[in-house]
């Protein structure tokens, strides 16, 4: 790259950087401004605008204001108080985000539930709420009742849109006593004594590898996460988000509405993300920015052409775990004019931006600003899956092109605030001690990154998902990435498998195939694009893939059925042959577990 370039690309990241922190450098953990304060200021502002339009309606900010008084003086009629939590579990609408807005006016915390979950996961989710009220609706309230004998918590539901003869005695309808509600905003004293280090809301974990866990979410990071971004998108009164990424995270929930409610912009929410009508409808609605994640994007990739794909007023697309193989395609073919990646999570303390667009990289720390940003690689062991220690017991820095595990700083500041989970003991397997110095503390991202000579930061795997096999470490995400592109594949989760009596794990791979599994052509391709280490020794083939309501894969529930043709509901298949894979059999599976058979 010429200096000119550089020069160019450095002021871009330093403008994004300076609209950023422009926005969070006033949120102090003590202050007793807090993220309903930061919405009633738009309102104030933006009065008569629109401030969202869902599938029912359009509402100004004035009338969303409106809607959310109702929901405190609902809460405060039921005597719910300040340190009380409500849990709310509803599909993507106006009133969602009024609810949770709402009851933060008079200081009760809110617990956004995945509208996915069911049984056992969606019980648990609600017992470690500590929640007995429950807002809901009328597609959801029914996975509530199922949920009943799954938790300890006297359950009562306020559902909306609930039939008359659906009311009982623990399930009420709550569109009536929101109507006779007063729309009057609350006064401030309504939530004295709290401050940015109160709880706002909880965001539980997606659950991909067990329980989700509920991560607390302090006034601080709802006002950071929603003003950062309202910031760094340089978005305006006259910009259109576009969301359809469940409510119940935190880049749809936080990140996806900042930009627009704090700003005076227009928030179209959809329900669901569908494929089929995501073009049409970012044309109808004028969106001008958009929120993705990046399995999303994959997905509209993975779709036939159409003929709205390109017919649109998109100016930026932004969010998070855009994979370096979509990227490109995803930009071109769509005409996207700025893609905005970054990386964090919901309770940690560690994010990186991508300001000037670099394809595949999830942020950048340039010259000029290292050592001022909250995260460091250090050198990571494959085996103990922990960070390596030398003589002296300190961690060593990753060096420049090295895979390491990404921490953050533990300390008394906005930047530096671990919030943690509701369960403290979940918290404290993700804090390091004495990591650089005496006594230090530092977060734990759980994330396996590289960083380039230029400062750019590539995510590598989750911790757990590298796995050893022949003495090497294989990242289940760049198997993904290579085997994306072979033929007949749609999909493709890698993973590893415990095989007995051979050390570390086996490569295996689940895959969503055009047609018939392709055994010759795929095997072709995995000699001349793997290597050997890296070559998965198991396929399976699924019609399609279970994901979380963020699409993520539940990985394990695939490790738990490992190569076992009694569990796997589909063809089944191990490398060796003369077709480069040929069917597991029970007798095969059992020669492999006895050793006779050597993978």
């Known amino acids: 790259m010429g200096l000119l370039a550089n020069i160019r690309r450095d002021l871009k990241f330093a403008a994004g950087l300076r609209r950023l922190l422009s926005r969070i450098k006033p949120i102090d953990l003590d202050s007793t401004v807090l993220v309903c304060d930061d919405l009633e200021e738009a309102v104030d502002r933006f009065p008569d605008r629109i401030a969202i339009e869902d599938e029912h309606r359009s509402l100004t900010y004035r009338e969303f204001d409106s809607m959310a008084n109702r929901f405190a003086h609902w809460a405060r009629g039921r005597n719910l108080k300040r340190s009380d939590t409500v849990a709310l579990v509803m599909l993507n609408r106006a009133e969602y985000l009024a609810a949770w807005f709402g009851l933060s006016k008079v200081g009760v915390a809110t617990a956004l539930i995945n509208t996915n979950l069911t049984g056992p996961a969606l019980g648990h989710c609600i017992e470690i709420s500590g929640a007995s009220q429950i807002i809901t609706d009328q597609d959801c309230w029914r996975a509530l009742e199922d949920a009943r004998p799954h938790t300890d918590r006297n359950m009562m539901l306020w559902v909306l849109g609930l039939a008359d003869e659906d009311e009982v005695s623990d399930r009420r309808d709550l569109d009536t006593p929101l109507r006779s509600a007063s729309s009057v905003r609350p006064a401030p004293s309504a939530r004295a004594g709290l401050t940015n280090r109160s709880t706002a809301l909880y965001i539980y974990t997606s659950g991909t590898t067990g329980m989700p866990k509920a991560a607390r979410v302090p006034h601080s990071r709802a006002r950071t996460y929603m003003r950062a971004f309202a910031g760094c998108t340089a978005t305006t009164e006259k910009d259109v988000i576009y969301n359809v990424l469940p409510l119940y995270h935190s880049t749809g929930g936080l990140v996806g509405i900042g930009p627009a409610l704090l700003n005076g912009g227009k928030l179209v929410l959809r329900k669901r993300f569908s494929a089929t009508a995501f073009w049409p409808d970012v044309k109808k609605s004028g969106a001008t920015v958009f929120v993705y994640i990046g399995e999303l994007c994959r997905y509209l990739v993975n779709s036939p052409e159409h003929e709205d794909e390109r017919a649109h007023q998109l100016r930026l697309a932004y969010g998070n775990g855009l994979r370096p193989d979509v990227w490109d395609d995803f930009k071109t073919r769509f005409a996207i004019p700025e893609i905005l990646e970054f990386y964090g999570s ?39 899956e922990t960070p390596v220690r030398g003589s002296d017991g300190r961690c060593r820095l990753a060096e420049v092109g090295e895979v390491g595990e990404a921490i953050g700083m533990i300390g008394d500041d906005t930047r530096h605030d671990f919030s943690g989970y509701a369960d403290k003991s979940a918290s404290q397997k993700k804090i390091l001690t004495d990591v650089f110095k005496p006594g230090d503390r530092w977060f734990r991202t759980g994330d396996l990154m590289r960083q380039d000579r230029e400062g750019y930061f590539y995510f590598i795997d989750r911790i757990g998902d590298t796995f050893r096999w022949k003495g090497e470490n294989v990242s ?124």
């Open 346 to 384: 919901t309770e940690g303390n560690v994010s990186v931006f991508n300001f000037d667009g670099k394809p595949g990289a999830i942020g950048r720390v340039p010259w000029f600003v290292k050592g001022k940003v909250n995260i460091r690689l250090v050198q990571f062991d494959f085996d103990t």
């Open 476 to 599: 289940t995400a760049e198997v993904e990435q290579r085997l994306a592109e072979a033929p007949g594949v749609k999909e493709v989760i890698a993973y590893g498998v415990p095989v007995p009596g051979q050390d570390g794990k086996a490569g295996m791979v689940a895959l969503v195939v055009e047609g018939r599994f392709g055994a010759t052509a795929f095997a072709e391709y995995v000699e001349a694009n793997l290597p050997s280490y890296a070559q998965p020794q198991f396929v399976r083939v699924m019609k399609a893939v279970d994901t979380t309501g963020t699409f993520k894969y539940r990985k394990v529930d695939l490790v738990t059925d490992g190569f076992d043709p009694d569990k796997v509901d589909g063809p089944l298949f191990v490398r060796g042959g003369k077709a480069g894979y040929t069917k597991l059999t029970p007798a095969a599976r059992q020669a492999i577990l006895d050793g006779e058979t050597r993978l």
